[in-house]
C-alpha cells in the first residue's frame, strides 16, 4: 500500500513556470513505478510522463515533451514534475500514480497504475 499526495499547483501567467510534487509514504519507493496524468475541464484523464523504478528512463507525451521533465528523489520518497514553458493548454489538474512493479519498467496506460494521489490543480492564463 502507498499514499500518495500531490503538491505545488498555481494560477500561473503562459510562459512561465512550475514543480510539482508528489510525496509518497508506505513501502520501498524504487519498488514503484510512477507517473502524471493530467485531466483537463470537460476532457478525459490523459497522460503525461512516466518513470521507472530506479529513475534510469522516462516517457512523455507529445504534447508536453521539451517543456515537461519527470524526476524522483529516493531520499525524499518523492516524485516530480518541473513544468516549464507552460500554455493555457495545458491547464489541469494533475494526479500522480504509483505502481508496484521491477525497477526498469515505465508505464504510460492509466489502467496500469493502482495508487493515486488526489489532485493538484494548475491554471494557466494567457
Known amino acids: 500500500q502507498v499514499q500518495l499526495v500531490e503538491s505545488g499547483g498555481a494560477l500561473v501567467q503562459a510562459g512561465g513556470s512550475l514543480r510539482l510534487s508528489c510525496a509518497a509514504s508506505g513501502r520501498t519507493f524504487s519498488g514503484y513505478a510512477m507517473g502524471w496524468f493530467r485531466q483537463a475541464p470537460g476532457k478525459e484523464r490523459e497522460f503525461v510522463a512516466a518513470i521507472n523504478g530506479i529513475g534510469s528512463v522516462t516517457s512523455y507525451a507529445d504534447s508536453v515533451k521539451g517543456r515537461f521533465t519527470i524526476s524522483r528523489d529516493s531520499a525524499k520518497n518523492t516524485l516530480y514534475l518541473q513544468m516549464n514553458s507552460l500554455k493555457p493548454d495545458d491547464t489541469a489538474v494533475y494526479y500522480c500514480?504509483?505502481?508496484?512493479?521491477?525497477?526498469?519498467?515505465?508505464?504510460?496506460?492509466?489502467?496500469?497504475?493502482?495508487?493515486w494521489g488526489q489532485g493538484t490543480r494548475v491554471t494557466v492564463s494567457s
Open positions: 500514480a504509483a505502481r508496484s512493479s521491477t525497477p526498469l519498467y515505465y508505464y504510460i496506460n492509466q489502467n496500469d497504475y493502482n495508487y
